[in-house]
């Protein structure tokens, strides 16, 4: 409809949609689209492939929308360069394509784990270069999908789990972690027996190096160019059944590392494998036992693999290979490969590794029974050639008898020059690869972390006081990202650190507060912040290492509850909607933990509400969802704090997903009241209609202040009050909605019962 529409920037949200089925492409293009659409009613759309392709600036919540019948999502948000809106409220049970969804979408990181992805039979390039996301997506059901070609390829900091994925019926894996240069995560346990295409998958995935032996190969067909460039891949693959192989072209190149014994596989079908091993600087393995029978070209097959050193096994494939029954034309074909190597000799199969295996001639310089001899008068030899070549006619050669610059050489000068930038981008790789890879790692830390990455980086060629630099600056990029985890919240320690600390059973975040921060020896007091360099840190910098990694969800909550209601009302949100293993990997932003109290409290240096706007959205959208803690349905603490309800607007205002839960004798209590009908839902409705935001209050009256200013400087105190109160009403909905089908359920399974028992009765 708007495709191509290239200034179009009109407001169209009050449209009424709710008779379309179809949107395919329908802003593919319009560049300059950024309008509020999330109200769209999209119950019946089925196509939304392409929808926002290449619309480059939009970037508005569509959390809202309801995707139950949409089939075909490929390419939705493909190019949409500033999107990074919260999906993770959509229903995607019926979609089958997710092909290029988020591809080129590069600021999208967003949780995408509650997808329903049982019936996705297409994944290809769903966020090849989608160069911000890095979101948990483990518990996905992938047993459908057949083609993963290029999924995470050219992602720069994905690095998640995924090795419970089903991938039995998957065919094709051609480049799936193509350049996903931070990839680095266990993928052995796959079911590989469907996959025919196996090609460049680990192409400059310059972190990748796990075990892969256990792979089922025996359907795979290419192999070419499958760890070209992985810097850092050195595991067993010997156990590969390769007999249906036929292209191996580049398999290893630059796989500087790999040296692992492959003699055995089968390589009957292989008809490419030129460059094979180029560059492969440590391989140094016998290869006496493969046959070469079906090889066509194996041109530049070892160039630049220094260490090799089994040449007469390579010599001798042209007799094992080719009997002497072959037909003339099989035999020409094997002498053609043999020329593609720059050989003249037919015994010789390639440039043999143990030239390459001694330092390079300098330029005017060639290789003679091992000696770097000058090239006679009127030839030249480019550095590092084995041979002297005849000057051009014309040509005058430069005084290191290099080559005389002629049009016929300028072609080979610019080879040169695309070789040196292949280099400089090797080097650049390498260094990101590292540097992603210290970044994940110092969420740990162990002992040795800091100085293994200083040694890579600097090896590198990485400045010492740029590595010192860039350490500082992700130390306090983590420390501003991280969330405590749900583990800890819950953990024996943290309830014991809270009652020592206070000498109360069951202390309110308010006696802690006093207790950590107020009390002799505040806690952080000695430990560097890394976020302003000085001493005093935040509580998140404090605890375990192994209780702090990046935000999952925003926690809104009061510090008038007692830790056992936090609990509590954490533990029924992990019983009645995740499993024990998603809750593992769930980190809150809970400003107990995550300000810097030590500047806030101890010092007062700072405030709460300090940059509120930017600071305050940033976290709430770097969540990406919300968890919040209601402590009763009776006249609620929780509704009469201005920062609950202004973080309850701001989620409403943002379509962050919002799950409200409560300690489990509240909720007994809701439940309760529900169930003395008409007038028990009443109650509960208008006790949480009460929201009255411009008297709503905060432990710091310049929090307090900040807040209600930004409140009545924009939307107004009715307006934000009567956003909450729907969000209220629609939640307590939802609550009477699941009682009643419970209830529902109930009686159905005790009338069965009943009736089963009548039925065994009259039989007896």
Known sequence: MFSGATVFNHPIGSWNTSAVTDMAFMFRGAVAFDQAIGSWSTSAVVKMRGMFYAAQVFNHPLAAWTTSSAVDMSSMFRKAYDFNQPLDSWNTSAVTNMKGMFAGAVSFNQPLASWKTSAVTN???MFQKAFAFDGW?????TSNVRDMQGMFSGTSVFNQSLSTWDTAKVIDMNGMFEKAIAFNQPVGEWDTSAVTDLSHMFHEASSFNQPVSSWDTRSVKDMKSMFDGAHTFNQPVASWNTAAVTNMHAMFRYASVFNQPIGSWDMSAVVDASYMFYGAAAFDQPLSSWNMSALTDASFMFQLAVSFSHTRDVENWHSVSFPANHTDATHDLFQQAMDAAESTNPDRFFPLAEDFARPPCQTGNRPVAGVCTSCPTGQYAVAGESQCQEC?????????????????????MVGVLWWRARKAADLSAKIEAAKVQMYNDLWQELPGTVAEYSARLEKLGVDKAEVSKELASMRARQSKSAGVSMRYLLSEEFTSLARQRTGMSDPTFDDMKSAFWLAPEPIGEHILCPRDGKMGCALVDWI???????????????????????????????LSAHSALAAQDMFFFMCFFVNNQFRIIVEETAAGSENLETIFEENLKRSGQMVAILDTWHQPVYLS?????????????????????????????????ISCGTQGIQDITQSLSRVDSEHAGAWKKEDETKVKGIIEGTVGFKHVNTHVTEVMVRWIGDVVKHQFHELIQEAQHNQQSQDLNAQLGHKC
């Open 123 to 125: 994944m290809s390039f």
């Open 137 to 141: 997506i483990a518990c996905w059901d």
């Open 392 to 412: 051009p006619k014309g040509a005058v050669p430069t005084p290191d008898q290099g080559y005389g610059v002629t049009l016929e050489l300028f072609s080979f």
């Open 544 to 574: 375990r290492k192994d209780e702090r990694r990046a935000q999952t969800h925003f926690l809104s909550w009061v510090w008038g509850y007692h830790i056992s209601q936090v609990q509590s009302a954490l533990r029924m949100y992990r």
């Open 641 to 673: 704090r201005i920062w609950t309800v202004y973080e309850q607007f701001m989620a409403s205002t943002l379509a962050i997903p919002v799950t409200i839960v409560m300690p489990e004798s509240a909720m007994t209590s809701v439940q309760q009241q």
